[in-house]
């Protein structure tokens, strides 16, 4: 080859080495939306912990005891005085609990309060104030199918990890460990998964909206139907469990036949099976289960409405009365001996009952 068709073929030939390169890293062009999702994840990760569940078990054929490492989730800062927030079944039956912050230190936790109805958990750690790092709080009243949400979480024990998705519903209606309703849920196509519960639901302003709690799936994992409870519940909730470690509900003061009982007999309502003396239900003339002079039983009063909202068990009974407080006067429907009778209550604090 000589030297003129060499000089000839060398532009060709850079080309093609040029075309093997990889081409210099552009500046990243961020959408709008991945701006916002960067922002967001960046502002509250540090607000977000890892929950370790810890139980103790006694070795076999051995007096030692052991930490057996029973499962763990995700809770977040609630305050700089070192509350935690998390659902309620993440740290159910556990011996000892630990919370991991960001920066990777870990500490032992304390309940504070626990609502299992709810399924929110209220812990507390001893924490530095500047590794404390609260959510700022959303208004879930303001929220509308279509908004965007963001979940945060360590599913299946990967630290910190983000999905985005939208409010799908409003109002949902899921069950709790101990079978109650939680109503006012919110419903959402961002992925959760094991390992996610407890972890904050927000908006694209970066404020909680909503505590991720469930999934709906045969198979244990995402399939699109995730469920939080909103920020507008923890609200009410939280400084009650801070003051008294549980829900603050006024009382009736009545003892009630299981809901089971009712179906057998096929009765809509709740049925009352005694009325504590000196609380709002003797004091209006409610009764419970009597016997007769001829030893026949008689079903005690069932309350079937409270201020004319139907009552058909102990758990929709329980949600009516949810938002009222002690000293409330509250109108009672009940059938008695197939007659309607309405009684009047003065509602009473909850430790009456105790």
């Known amino acids: 080859m000589t030297p003129d068709s060499r000089d000839t073929a060398r532009p060709a030939l850079n080309q093609a ?38 139980q103790l078990r006694r070795r076999r054929f051995s007096l030692n005891v052991m930490e057996i490492p029973k499962g763990s989730g995700t809770g977040f800062v609630w305050d700089e005085s070192g509350l935690i927030v998390t659902n309620f079944h993440v740290v159910y039956g556990a011996n000892k609990i630990t919370i991991t912050l960001q ?24 924490a530095p104030n500047e590794a404390l790092v609260p959510l700022p709080l959303g208004d879930s009243n303001q929220l509308a199918v279509g908004r965007k949400v963001l979940a945060i979480g360590n599913p299946f024990a990967l630290d910190t990890t983000l999905t985005v998705g939208v409010v799908s519903a409003l109002g949902r209606e899921i069950k709790s460990m101990n079978n109650r309703t939680i109503s006012g849920v919110i419903q959402t196509d961002a992925a959760i998964n094991p390992g996610n519960s407890g972890g904050p639901l927000l908006n694209s302003k970066g404020e909680l909206i909503g505590v991720n709690t469930a999934i709906y799936s ?3 994992a995402s399939a699109g139907i995730g469920f939080a409870i909103p920020v507008a519940t923890l609200k009410n909730i939280i400084p009650q ?16 036949l299981s809901d089971s009982w009712a179906s057998r007999l096929k009765i809509k309502g709740v049925v009352l099976f005694a009325v504590k003396p000196g609380l709002p239900a003797a004091k209006a003339g409610m009764i419970g289960v009597r016997e007769d002079i001829r030893g026949n039983i008689h079903l005690g009063d069932v309350i079937i ?21 002690p000293g409330d006067v ?10 309607i009778k309405e009684f009047e209550l003065k509602l009473a604090a909850p430790s009456s009952e105790l």
């Open 17 to 54: 080495i040029a075309a093997d390169r990889p081409a210099p890293a552009p500046g990243i062009d961020l959408t709008s939306d991945e701006a916002n999702n960067i922002s967001v994840f960046e502002a509250a990760s540090p607000s977000v912990v890892f929950v370790t569940n810890t």
């Open 103 to 126: 920066s990777g230190n870990s500490y032992e936790a304390e309940i504070v309060g626990a609502s299992p109805e709810k399924d929110i958990a209220l812990l507390s750690i001893k």
């Open 218 to 220: 045969p198979s244990g």
């Open 241 to 256: 469990l801070q003051k008294y470690g549980r829900l603050y509900r006024p009382v009736l003061g009545i003892e009630t």
């Open 305 to 325: 409405a409270i201020d004319g909202e139907p009552v058909t068990n102990e758990d929709s009974m329980l949600s009516l009365l949810e938002n009222r407080q």
């Open 330 to 339: 509250v109108k009672v429907t009940c059938l008695r001996d197939d007659e």
